[in-house]
């Protein structure tokens, strides 16, 4: 193993991890063990160990390195942050989906690029649950646009149901829209 190939191995273990603390940030019933955010913390998980099991049996001690105590906190704090957004504006799926195809990218060149056979073996089949994934959430992502494109429209015909009053007041002479001041 040489130095571009850790460098390599270390940014896909960094991102299979943010993308599980995504997953499990965006997961609003985490008793659900089927559920998608759940598959997808698993799928990073397993990849994350077997980057990490990797990079340990490597003989040079520096490149055995794992992240940090601050890279752990800043990557929860993070995924908290990312993940409290998303659910408020509706797009849990739309955020785990870029994020996964994000880690089908790293995944890919690792592949590509790795010399160990066994390596590649175990990456071909996270390529293939990562790809299963995929197609599940960007069915979920069409299905999710549809239903926030639907709750838009609905606010927004409440939206103007309430400024049509507020516009009638407008144009009203001050002693009827404010009785008190008519005295």
Known sequence: M???????????????????????????????????FARTQLC????????????RAHPYPRYQREPGAVH??????GAGFLGAIARRRGRSLQILALELQRVGRE????????????????????????????????SGVRNEARTGARTEARNATRHEAGAEPMAAQAEAPVGESWPYLAL
């Open 44 to 55: 990073c998980w397993r990849l994350a160990r077997t980057v990490t099991g990797k990079l």
């Open 107 to 138: 995944l890919d060149d690792a592949r590509a690029l790795t010399l160990s056979k066994d390596l590649s073996d175990q990456f071909g089949r996270s390529q293939l649950e990562l790809r299963s994934l995929i197609k599940e959430l960007d």
């Open 72 to 77: 752990r906190a800043c990557t929860r704090g």
């Open 2 to 36: 040489f130095d571009r190939e850790v460098v390599r191995l270390r940014r896909l273990r960094n991102t299979a991890l943010w993308c599980r603390a995504i997953a499990a940030r965006l997961d609003a019933r985490q008793t659900r063990r089927n559920s998608v």
